[in-house]
């Protein structure tokens, strides 16, 4: 009887949660084309794709930020006698966006991100 040993690298990848959300959040970047990050990282474009949808899913563990310097699309009303206090901007489906100060207490900052999930 013949046998044949195969050697070398594991056939299927493992990837770390962390390499994962780096993956995603590279994916997410404005103007990211999903082809040269799987590229870049070696990685199946429907891989990415399906890892973008579970990061979608009800008790995923990370969501997209980017901080944003620009604060001359800001609203006048957040503007007014608060120019130094941060806020929360999210920009929603078709455009919408929603402004949440920082003074807002963290319970309801909570509620407001889960309904619209």
Do not use: C, N
């Not at 040269?36 to 009800?58: G, H, M």
């Not at 503007?79 to 100060?101: C, E, F, H, N, Y």
């Amino acid at each position: 009887m013949h046998m044949t040993v195969i050697s070398g690298p594991e056939r299927r990848r493992r990837w770390s949660a962390a390499e994962r959300e780096e993956i995603v959040l590279a994916s997410l970047a404005p103007g990211a084309v999903i082809a040269e990050i799987a590229r870049q990282f070696d990685v199946s474009t429907s891989l990415i794709y399906k890892w973008r949808r579970d990061a979608q899913q009800p008790g995923a563990v990370f969501v997209p930020a980017v901080m944003a310097e620009d604060e001359g699309s800001m609203p006048d009303v957040l503007r007014d006698g608060r120019a130094d206090s941060p806020v929360i901007r999210l920009k929603l489906a078709g455009g919408t966006t929603m402004s949440i100060a920082a003074t807002a207490p963290a319970r309801l900052v909570l509620a407001v991100l889960r309904a619209l999930r």
